[in-house]
């Protein structure tokens, strides 16, 4: 599968269909993605290696090695590595449509806000 290059790491698509699209995501130690938003879906994010600091609408949660948490429609989001080690884990979306257009990005550590 093809890797998405990014400032923070990487992601490559697992499944695209009409109803979900599902991304395995791979945050390099000591980034952060975007704090963000989405109008057309909603994600749930499970953890398989390594520990994640979320910030949901400006509260944060860790999240350890096989833990989830549902990210819902419209709300503020980013998910952080503060290790050493590669933090990976599974996106799963769902809702109207997963285009990467669909990104409100309101701080982001890389100028693409």
Same mark, same amino acid.
């Given at each position: 599968? =093809? *890797? @998405?290059?990014?400032?923070?790491?990487?992601?490559?698509? !697992?499944?695209?269909?009409?109803?979900t699209?599902? *991304?395995? #995501?791979?945050? =390099?130690?000591?980034?952060?993605?975007?704090?963000?938003?989405?109008?057309?879906?909603?994600?749930?994010?499970?953890?398989?290696?390594?520990?994640?600091?979320? @910030?949901?609408?400006?509260?944060? #949660?860790? !999240?350890?090695?096989?833990?989830? !948490?549902h #990210?819902?429609?419209?709300?503020?989001?980013? #998910?952080? =590595? @503060? !290790?050493? &080690?590669?933090? &990976?884990? &599974?996106?799963?979306?769902?809702?109207?449509?997963?285009?990467e257009?669909? &990104?409100?990005?309101?701080?982001?550590?890389?100028?693409?806000?």
């Open positions: 599968m =093809n *890797k @998405t290059r990014t400032p923070w790491g990487w992601w490559e698509v !697992l499944l695209d269909e009409s109803y699209k599902v *991304k395995r #995501i791979l945050v =390099n130690p000591f980034h952060r993605l975007s704090y963000q938003k989405h109008f057309k879906r909603s994600e749930y994010w499970t953890v398989v290696n390594g520990t994640a600091t979320v @910030t949901l609408d400006n509260v944060q #949660i860790q !999240l350890q090695e096989g833990q989830s !948490l #990210i819902p429609q419209e709300s503020f989001h980013r #998910i952080a =590595n @503060t !290790l050493n &080690i590669p933090l &990976i884990l &599974i996106e799963v979306q769902y809702g109207s449509y997963f285009g257009d669909d &990104i409100v990005r309101v701080s982001d550590d890389y100028g693409r806000v």
